[in-house]
């Protein structure tokens, strides 16, 4: 893929799970101070939505449980799984920017690699180390490298 198309297909994730607060070319002071007030299920609604994911998947990836976030319906949520939404989300659009549409990113998300000790990388996204080596496999993707 070139990097244009990655370009013309780039969604801003961040912007959604947010729900307007921030986008990815937000000053990262706003994004600590938004992890901190936390954000909403509501916009890991509109996350879900726009994703294709259940909340369970979204709970998962989070590092919490769906009930948790069924809970706090109201309530912001706390910084850490409000830190890892914003994470994910910022992943998201990295990915889905390269891999063209997020269709293709829930693909790739799902299928086994050997990068991943022949898990599928989704099961990697719930800690920081596996949302770092997931970017750092497209990376290596980008820019060609391979295995």
Partial sequence: MSTL??????IDFLNVVTLGKLNTHSNPMAEIATAQIGITTAGLRAFST????????IAKALGTTE????????????KQISENA????????FGA?????????????????????NQPPRTMMNSIRGRELIRRVINGLLYGFTA
């Fill in 5 to 10: 198309q990655h370009k013309s297909t780039r």
């Fill in 50 to 57: 726009l994703m294709h994911w259940e909340m369970g998947v």
């Fill in 67 to 78: 009930r948790t976030l069924l809970r706090n319906k109201e309530k912001p949520l706390n």
């Fill in 86 to 93: 914003l994470e994910v989300a910022r992943l998201s659009s």
């Fill in 97 to 117: 920017a390269y891999f063209g549409n997020i269709d293709n990113w829930n693909t790739w998300l799902d299928t086994p690699n050997v990068q991943f000790d």
